[in-house]
């Protein structure tokens, strides 16, 4: 006799309730649920309760409109969010990118040695992904560059399975199996991403509908270029023109965007330079001209020295061991090896160790520039960004309030402070030391490159610091101009 297991009902949901919880999954979102797709809301609601057990509608809406965090947020997101993808999706973009855009940045920022990439809404990660393998491909001396790829969707479930690195052969349907199998390692019916290109790619959560991006405070700036593919076509068009005019100002002049074939008109991209490309159109942040700008510089004397460029979004998860202290000691070797003088030399060759991964040897000689010279803002600074690659918070935030000490005008040691005081939780602090950079870069022509911020300009970061300190919660009523 066959016994048959009992048919849970489905959840009820009516003509009644579905509007108010389209209402709230666009504020949630951004994305709109016109008539055509209340089937896909009601299909992630039910789910979203039969996966939680949750009896009646008004439960759910309770769990979802709640402001704190929760599991039945986070699933139901997971459940509503289209993240059907796959790698190199839409093979003409993925030829412009090989045949025109990289090669374009490369060739421009070879002297800096410097490369910013953000997927944006990237999913489960196949695109990211796929550009790490073409930049790899184009890259031959990838270990002598600071690289970003940073990914970011609303779906941290998705997020979860995108740092995985591990798909099934629907994922591989448009990638020549050359290429599968030189970055994949084949495990039963999956293929797991080798680790040296999983390493390469960040992923963090982000929704593209709230204002705390561009910012320094989410490593969202400067980018040379921008990933925003086949998710715009979701959101309503006030929406649609907000996440554009970010992803605007989130970019490096000269940056470039791409967005999928169905999305809005040109003209939600009007303050873009349009570029046509063989079967495909994409975008382009102008490059602003100085002589537009008419602000002065403050003296030479007051402005801090111009090294090259290093940030923690370039430092990778490796060899914490190399560094420990708070006063990094040079060994012997780079005691012998000392150059005279004022510490300066020391320090860059510190970053040039850095910037080629050999972290004990940039311990040494960032111990050695401060020995020269205690009173080196720059040395501090650098200390305070590998002692983050180690993951010394507390030990990164004495060194950027000894930077800070001894260069009051070193404007990134004030960002970067900013940004850790955020993560501790302290953001009244964080207020303040912003509205202290704020008050430096006020000196500055709007087109200065400040030194040390991924080469964003005074105008740039004044803009980030603005939407930051407009953010609900951030400014308090009363804050004063107070250095960390």
């Known amino acids: 006799m066959l016994t048959t297991l009992p048919v849970r009902p489905k959840p009820p949901f009516d003509n009644c309730c579905l509007p108010r919880f389209a209402q709230l999954a666009t ?24 996966q939680f057990e949750l009896a009646e509608p008004d439960e759910l809406y309770n769990l979802l409109a709640a402001r704190r965090d929760h599991p039945v947020k986070r699933a139901f997101i997971s459940h509503l969010t289209i993240g059907e993808t796959h790698f190199f999706r839409n093979q003409p973009q993925f030829d412009a990118l090989a045949e025109t855009i990289l090669p374009e940045l490369i060739a421009r920022r070879r002297p800096q040695r410097r490369l910013r990439i953000w997927s944006a809404a990237c999913a489960t990660g196949e695109e990211p992904y796929s550009v790490a393998i073409v930049l790899d491909q184009l890259l031959p001396d990838y270990a002598d560059w600071d690289v970003t790829i940073l990914a970011t969707d609303i779906d941290e479930q998705a997020l979860a399975r995108a740092r995985r690195g591990i798909y099934s052969a629907w994922s591989f349907r448009q990638m020549d199996e050359t290429v599968r199998v030189r970055y994949f390692i084949t495990q039963g019916r999956f293929n797991e991403l080798t680790p040296a290109i999983r390493r390469r790619v960040t992923f963090a959560p982000l929704n593209l509908v709230e204002a705390d991006y561009p910012s320094l405070l989410t490593n969202t700036a400067q980018f040379d270029l921008i990933l925003c593919r086949n998710v715009l076509i979701y959101f309503a068009p006030a929406t649609t023109r907000q996440v554009v005019d970010r992803l605007y100002m989130a970019l490096a002049d000269g940056g470039w965007l791409l967005v999928g ?67 990094p000691q040079p060994s012997a070797a780079a005691r012998v090896a000392a150059p005279a003088g004022d510490g300066v030399t020391a320090c860059q060759r510190a970053r040039d160790y850095a910037g080629r991964r050999q972290w004990r040897e940039a311990e040494q000689w960032v111990g050695l520039a401060l020995e020269q010279q205690p009173l080196l803002g720059e040395a501090h600074y650098l200390h305070a960004l590998l002692l983050l690659e180690a993951g010394q918070i507390e030990t990164a935030i004495t060194a950027l309030r000894r930077c800070i000490y001894v260069a009051p005008t070193y404007i990134a040691g004030h960002l970067l402070a900013a940004l850790l005081y955020q993560r501790q939780g302290e953001v009244r602090r964080a207020a303040g030391t912003l509205t202290y950079a704020r008050h430096l870069l006020q000196r500055y022509a709007i087109d200065a490159v400040i030194p040390d911020t991924d080469g964003a300009t005074a105008g740039q970061l004044l803009t980030m610091i603005e939407a930051q300190l407009t953010l609900p919660g951030v400014l308090p009523e009363r804050t004063t101009l107070v250095q960390s």
Request: charged fraction near 15%.
């Open 27 to 50: 504020a949630m979102t951004g994305l709109e649920f016109p008539e055509c797709r209340l089937p896909d809301l009601t299909r992630a609601l039910r789910e979203t309760m039969m």
């Open 261 to 327: 074939h169905a999305e809005p008109s040109q003209e939600i991209f009007a303050q873009f330079a349009t570029v046509n490309l063989p079967d495909t159109v994409v975008y382009r942040r102008p490059c602003l001209a100085a002589s537009a700008h008419t602000l002065s510089s403050p003296p030479a004397a007051s402005l801090p020295a111009a090294p090259p460029r290093m940030s923690t979004a370039a430092l990778p998860a490796a060899s914490h061991a190399a560094i420990s202290s708070v006063s």
